[in-house]
């Protein structure tokens, strides 16, 4: 399986069988996706900062428009158990801060699994999880876990303390660059390990670090 950033929580997983996008956001990739492609992508929350005169489709939100490159792709943007593309996917509720929604809203943390690997994206996140929650989500081989926004850096290292993956993705969504620079240093500092970018992941699951280990992913869009 190959990942790849495109900047804040949009994640791009290639498997064998099947290509999924995670919070391909136009306010992220651009209002034609600036040519990324998946089978299936997935909206853990409506964008949070879409286009005044945003065009194109929408996701099953009502909300939030998908990308041109991208209009083909099958949405999923709730909670629940799916199998599209022979991909299996669960969708589990959470929240984008630590009062059930209250300050910022629900969202959809999903579990994907492509070429024998579970992945967690954790979108937006803003919380610990319950034993509840642990049980839907299960084990879980690599977590994309948000960094600068409504989790402190010592909140998402217990957050991956909890799911205990082999491999964790920071997503910064941080405002700006230096905000999200700071917010890796933490998060890195936290997790006992020194920050050092590539360009994408790949991974299979004989590859697997037998230690949980932080890769650190260069922005896709930055170069496109």
Do not use: N
Not at 38 to 65: C, E, L, N, Q, W
């Amino acid at each position: 399986m190959e990942l790849t950033w495109y900047g804040r929580t949009c994640i791009r997983m290639k498997g064998r069988d099947a290509v999924v996008v995670a919070d391909p956001y136009q306010s992220v990739v651009g209002p034609t996706g600036r040519g990324i492609s998946g089978d299936v992508i997935t909206f853990s929350h409506p964008d949070p900062s879409p286009f005044p005169r945003a065009k194109g489709r929408r996701a099953r939100d009502g909300k939030t428009h998908v990308p041109t490159s991208l209009d083909a792709a099958f949405d999923l943007v709730g909670p629940g158990e799916y199998e599209i593309s022979h991909v299996l996917m669960t969708g589990v509720r959470t929240y984008r801060d630590d009062e059930k929604g209250a300050k910022r809203g629900q969202q959809v943390a999903f579990v994907i699994e492509l070429d024998g690997m579970h992945t967690i994206h954790l979108g937006d996140i803003g919380h610990l999880l319950t034993e509840e929650k642990l049980s839907d989500i299960g084990s879980v081989d690599i977590a994309c876990v948000p960094i600068g926004g409504a989790l402190s850096a010592t909140k998402a290292a217990e957050l991956v303390a909890q799911l205990d993956p082999r491999i964790v993705i920071p997503m910064p969504v941080a405002d700006d660059d230096a905000e999200a620079e700071v917010a890796v240093g933490r998060f890195f500092h936290e997790m006992g390990e020194t920050p050092s970018a590539q360009a994408k992941l790949s991974i299979s699951l004989s590859g697997l670090p037998t230690e949980t280990t932080t890769v650190l992913l260069e922005s896709r869009s930055r170069s496109t």
